[in-house]
């Protein structure tokens, strides 16, 4: 599922008309009708609904829209809330054929007459503004706005929320706060923005003919369970332990031992073929309690703390991870340049790992190998020096220019993850729920991805699986067995089992 910005969208558009012969009449016509089915299925036939219509595609949409309900027995009242001379192009057109069908259409110069339509109201279409909107809104769409947010009726927008941008990085704008948006084609960037996202409510995608093989994709797209199923390296008959991978994990103090012990628990659970964890001696035992099947290595502690270098020869391990428990004393940065040095495989650096990582950026940069950091909004902005708002209005751009820059592979964690390779590739996981608002679920997720790494392939399919395998195992609990509420990252780590048996 691609993510386009509006110029990419734009784009799109012209492709189908311009290379494939598709008019653009006809294509809101296939947009107008799929969204016109979406509402269909989601309403009542005896619901009252008013269809809000402006200028441009968006506006054009709208009368398809009204149109078909209209024809299909539903009781509609289409307001026209742009002005006469604005409806031009393809919309005109669409707005003739409703005429000629004989149906009446509202025109805005009687606010009392608009407002109490609004009131009687069960469902209220927004297709007023498309994907041209940035910041604040003028009149009357800015009062019009306000209006339909105090309704009581349930809202549905047409491909995005009137006033919502459909690109990041705008902070001041008005929107319809929609509880459904009906997508044509591709999710807008601002579907899966943080300060964004919430205007568009549930969303449901509509296909309207593009000519697929034309387009030119962006490399930025939600992965998806298919994409899981298709990437996920299956168990051969004749594998054995070594096939699955040989990980290290480097952590834990005596005030978190549960960080490494969740962490280690989830990478076996994952389908790691083998795991070591160094860390701190006096933390062995506890660890070892819950996490039977790893072997240890004794790293030299002052006060519970990993203080001292790793001995053992780090050659022959398939992938590492480092910092979940690790702490954020002075000698945690002098083991982490050494595994930056010394791991010749993937290393994941996660929790206190990052907190040290700005110092060493030169050295993440110059290895030969895959480096993978998964911050959340927090820990992502003290890397880079800026406010977590201002990063979060803009989380593809800085996520890229990040990755890139330092050669990592980025994952941004949040309710809508964000995954980017060195390349500038980009990913959403948009699994998951609010029971991962939990302290350890990110060291569970370490662990998935330590898994995930150690099964071979590539770095960014395995990482963009087992961040959808971690939000997938939340909601699967929280659907069967557990409340948002009661969610502990401990039984993510058990529920494993049950979503991978669903990948089978």
Not at 25 to 46: F, N, Q, T
Not at 286 to 312: C, N, P, R, W
Request: hydrophobic share 40%.
């Amino acid at each position: 599922m691609d993510i386009v910005t509006a110029q990419e969208m734009y784009e799109w558009d012209q492709v189908a008309i311009k290379s494939a012969g598709i008019e653009g009449k006809i294509l809101m016509e296939s947009a107008g009708r799929a969204a016109a089915d979406v509402i269909e299925r989601r309403i009542p036939e005896h619901h009252k609904v008013v269809v809000l219509i402006g200028a441009g595609n968006n506006g054009g949409d709208g009368f398809v829209i009204a149109r078909t309900l209209l024809n299909r027995g539903y009781e509609v009242e289409a307001w026209q809330v742009a002005a006469d001379e604005k409806i031009s192009g393809d919309a005109i057109v669409h707005k003739e054929i409703f005429l000629a069908s004989g149906y009446s259409l509202f025109q805005l110069n009687d606010w009392d007459a608009l407002t109490q339509s609004l009131e009687k109201a069960d469902v209220i279409v927004d297709a007023m503004l498309g994907i041209g909107a940035k910041g604040p809104l003028r009149s009357p769409f800015n009062e019009i706005v306000e209006l339909v947010n105090k309704q009581n009726s349930c809202r549905i927008a047409v491909d995005l929320p009137t006033g919502v941008p459909a690109d990041e990085g705008i902070e001041e704008f008005d929107g319809v706060r929609a509880d459904l948006t009906v997508v044509i084609a591709a999710l807008k960037m601002s579907a899966v923005v943080q300060h964004t996202r919430p205007f568009y409510g549930e969303i449901e995608m509509v296909e309207i003919g593009l000519p697929v093989r034309k387009l030119r994709h962006p490399e930025r797209l939600v992965w998806q369970r298919h994409d899981v199923k298709r990437s996920l390296p299956e168990r051969m008959t004749n594998s054995h332990k070594g096939s699955h991978g040989k990980g290290l994990m480097v952590g834990g103090s005596d005030l978190m031992p549960g960080s490494i012990a969740m962490s280690a628990k989830a990478a076996l659970r994952s389908g790691a073929g083998l795991l070591t964890v160094a860390t701190a001696k006096e933390v062995i035992p506890s660890v070892s309690s819950y996490v039977q099947e790893a072997t240890f290595l004794a790293m030299s502690e002052t006060a519970g703390k990993i203080t001292g270098h790793i001995k053992d020869d780090l050659q022959g391990f398939d992938a590492a991870a480092v910092g979940m428990g690790l702490g954020r004393h002075p000698e945690a940065q002098e083991l982490i340049e050494e595994l930056l040095e010394q791991i010749e495989a993937p290393l994941l650096i996660d929790a206190d790992g990052l907190f040290h990582l700005k110092e060493l950026f030169d050295k993440v940069a110059q290895r030969p190998y895959p480096t993978i950091l998964t911050p959340h909004p927090g820990e992502f902005a003290r890397l880079l020096g800026k406010p977590i708002k201002t990063i979060m209005q803009s989380p593809f751009a800085y996520c890229r220019s990040f990755a890139c820059k330092h050669r990592v592979y980025l994952v941004l964690k949040g309710p809508a993850t964000i995954i980017t390779s060195p390349e500038g590739k980009q990913r959403v996981d948009l699994t998951g729920n609010a029971g991962l608002a939990k302290g350890g679920t990110g060291d569970v997720l370490s662990g998935i991805l330590l898994a995930m790494v150690l099964q071979g392939g590539s770095i960014l399919d395995g990482i963009s699986n087992g961040c959808f395998i971690h939000g997938t195992t939340a909601e699967l609990l929280t659907d069967e067995q557990h409340a948002m509420r009661d969610l502990l990252a401990t039984d993510v780590v058990e529920g494993l089992s049950q979503t991978f048996r669903t990948f089978s």
